[in-house]
C-alpha cells in the first residue's frame, strides 16, 4: 500500500519561499511519476507539478518560473521548492504517486501566503 507523507507548509509573506516535501513509502519510488497538486475551498484540485522516473519535469503556467520541483530517489521524497510566492498560491498542497496505473494521494498540507 503507497503512503504519501507532505510537510513542509506554513505561513510565509508574499515574495517569500517555502518547500515542500513528500516522503513516499510501499512504491518503487524511482519508477514513479511524482506530482504536486493543490486546492482551494469550493475549487477543483489543479495540478502544479511532475517529474517523471527520468527526472523530466512539466509546470502549471502560473508557477513557471516560481517553483521546482524536484526528487531524491535515494531518500523516495519528492520537492516543490515555492519562490516569488503570491496571495493565490495560498492552497492546501498535495502529493501525487502514479506507477502501473495507480494513482495514489497524500494527506496535504497548507500553504498560507500573507499579502
Known amino acids: 500500500q503507497v503512503q504519501l507523507v507532505e510537510s513542509g507548509g506554513g505561513l510565509v509573506q508574499a515574495g517569500g519561499s517555502l518547500r515542500l516535501s513528500c516522503v513516499a513509502f510501499?512504491?518503487?519510488?524511482?519508477?514513479?511519476?511524482m506530482s504536486w497538486y493543490r486546492q482551494t475551498p469550493g475549487k477543483q484540485r489543479e495540478f502544479v507539478a511532475n517529474?517523471?522516473?527520468?527526472?523530466?519535469?512539466n509546470y502549471a503556467d502560473s508557477v513557471k518560473g516560481r517553483f521546482t520541483i524536484s526528487r531524491d530517489n535515494a531518500k523516495n521524497t519528492v520537492y516543490l521548492q515555492m519562490n516569488s510566492l503570491k496571495s493565490e498560491d495560498t492552497a492546501s498542497y498535495y502529493c501525487?504517486?502514479?506507477?502501473?496505473?495507480?494513482?495514489?494521494w497524500g494527506q496535504g498540507t497548507q500553504v498560507t501566503v500573507s499579502s
Open positions: 501525487a504517486s502514479f506507477l502501473n496505473g495507480n494513482f495514489n
Open positions: 510501499g512504491t518503487i519510488f524511482s519508477s514513479t511519476v
Open positions: 517529474i517523471a522516473s527520468g527526472g523530466s519535469t
